[in-house]
């Protein structure tokens, strides 16, 4: 268990729809990361958030969005999906000296 | 972020000792080697990390070459349970510092 939680486990919802993913950093990660795993695309880097603020942008769509509360949970938005939205999406959360980035499980993404 | 090269697929026999190379020939002074796993759909699991010396800890050992360019993740003694995609990462510590995953060694563990 890596101390960082994600809901929901599953998601399914169809085309044009909007959903927010949860997540929440393991205790006293002030940093929070969202990442997308498509089967063509592998891992990939979509957003940071650094105790509120945005840190670093990857190759996050204009449709989606996401934010870091005060109490350091973030939420990744995801508007008018397409079916190539489905994926897995992964948090992490680090804060530690080296650094070191851990994971929740993931939510699974399918828009039919 | 320095590129690295991984083999795409490796296997195992259970108990014995699991080498799984990585290239980085570019890397640079201040960026450290990390090693991540994913096992199956689950979220990627950090194993270990070095810049210089070779590191252990209760996962695995790193053995990083004297000129960096290259190091080998040794699990000692591979169990089923460590059939997993294997990442090797190479950054810049600080704590703007995406991960940047390539297509990592599928480590392939049998009986």
């Known amino acids: 268990d890596s101390g960082v939680t994600q809901t929901p486990k599953h998601l399914i919802t169809a085309t044009g729809q909007r959903v927010t993913l949860r997540c929440s950093p393991r205790?006293?990660?002030?940093?929070v990361y969202w990442y997308q795993q498509s089967l063509d695309q592998g891992l990939q880097f979509l957003i940071q958030?650094?105790?509120?603020?945005?840190?670093a942008k990857g190759n996050i769509l204009e449709r989606f969005s996401a934010q870091q509360f005060p109490d350091l949970h973030s939420e990744l938005n995801l508007s008018s999906l397409e079916l190539g939205d489905s994926a897995l999406y992964f948090c992490a959360s680090s804060g530690g000296r080296s650094n070191e980035q851990f994971f929740g499980p993931g939510t699974r993404l399918t828009v039919l | 972020d320095a590129k690295t090269t991984q083999p795409t697929s490796m296997d195992c026999a259970e108990g014995r000792a699991a080498n799984l190379p990585c290239n980085h020939s570019?890397?640079?002074?201040?960026?450290?080697v990390y090693w991540y796993r994913q096992i199956h759909s689950q979220g990627p699991q950090y194993i270990i990390h070095g810049l210089k010396n070779n590191e252990t800890n209760e996962m695995a050992s790193l053995i990083i070459t004297e000129d960096r360019k290259s190091s080998t993740l040794i699990l000692p003694h591979a169990t089923l349970r460590d059939t997993a995609v294997y990442y090797c990462i190479v950054r810049v510590v600080h704590n703007t510092d995406k991960l940047i995953f390539g297509t990592g060694t599928r480590l392939q563990v049998f009986p």
């Open positions: 205790s006293g990660d002030l940093s």
């Open positions: 570019t890397i640079s002074g201040n960026e450290y």
């Open positions: 958030y650094y105790n509120g603020e945005e840190r």
